[in-house]
């Protein structure tokens, strides 16, 4: 079992940056791939990155490609995701979840069987 919870949402403006921290407590977190995830309102939840266990593959939508960085901390049990150049429409809760240790298709945001509660991101134009 891994319990996550979300931190660092807000509201911004148009170009600028956020990050937002998950932290994990519970059984070993390293042995977890990590993910976020966002949902705007009356949107389905979509993947937006993706890391794998001990940090050596990350993986992002690519309407986040270049503008938003996934890194975890396996000391701090915790998974951060760096978000520069932000548009209106990255406006949406961001969900952290884990994967299963065996999970083959979590770099495509399939397989995740825990979430946080999410964090509210809104940025203004």
């Known amino acids: 079992q891994v319990q996550l919870v979300e931190s660092g949402g807000g509201l911004v403006q148009a170009g600028d940056s956020l990050r937002l921290s998950c932290a994990a407590s519970?059984?070993?977190?390293?042995?977890?791939?990590m993910g976020w995830f966002r949902q705007a309102p009356g949107k389905e939840r979509e993947f937006v990155a993706a890391?794998?266990?001990?940090?050596?593959?990350?993986y992002y939508a690519d309407s986040v490609k270049g503008r938003f960085t996934i890194s975890r901390d396996n000391a701090k049990n915790t998974v951060y995701l760096q978000m520069n150049s932000l548009k209106p429409e990255d406006t949406a809760v961001y969900y952290c979840a884990a994967a299963p240790p065996s999970s083959a298709f979590y770099y495509r945001g399939l397989g995740y069987d825990y979430w946080g509660q999410g964090t509210q991101v809104t940025v203004s134009s």
């Open positions: 890391i794998s266990r001990m940090a050596g593959s990350t």
């Open positions: 519970g059984r070993a977190f390293s042995g977890y791939p």
